[in-house]
């Protein structure tokens, strides 16, 4: 294995763990809120009343994102090698574990682990582990087939 030293971007990758940390932080701190992406858009979709405006804020918030990270530096083109049908069943398969799962990896990797809860590290855990299974398949089992 090598690293493609052209794209490493260890500081970038560091800014933006940084502020999705203090994000989470600033979150469940000033509204006692757990920053999970799918609990946030699943609350937009089936809002309870007073409880859908800091949701669409923080909503807007990862959208504009990538606009404002480009006023400052060029945004990275996406590579994907995969055709349209991979991408919608592996979305379904994203969506179907993270209903499984209780939550996603923002909810259970950063918030969950930074409180300590032992469901969030069995999450996690499983997250990486089928990841690992994933790619040592596709690119060492499927790709000699």
Same mark, same amino acid.
């Given at each position: 294995m090598t690293i493609d030293w052209l794209h490493f971007t260890p500081w970038r990758s560091l800014a933006g763990g940084t502020l999705i940390g203090l994000a989470a932080a600033i979150l469940i701190v000033a509204n006692g809120r757990i920053a999970g992406i799918s609990g946030i858009l699943g609350g937009l979709l089936r809002p309870a009343r007073n409880d859908w405006g800091w949701r669409l +804020? $923080?909503?807007i918030g990862l959208l504009a994102a990538p606009a404002v990270y480009a006023l400052v +530096?060029?945004?990275p083109v996406p590579r994907i090698e995969a055709g349209t049908a991979v991408l919608v069943i592996a979305g379904l398969l994203v969506g179907f574990g993270?209903?499984?799962g209780g939550g996603c990896t923002s909810g259970h990797g950063v918030c969950g682990l930074a409180?300590?809860?032992p469901r969030s590290l069995a999450a996690t855990l499983g997250f990486m582990a089928a990841g690992f +299974?994933?790619? $040592?398949l596709v690119r060492h089992v499927l790709a000699t087939a």
């Open positions: +804020a $923080f909503v +530096a060029p945004l993270t209903r499984l409180r300590m809860s +299974a994933t790619v $040592f």
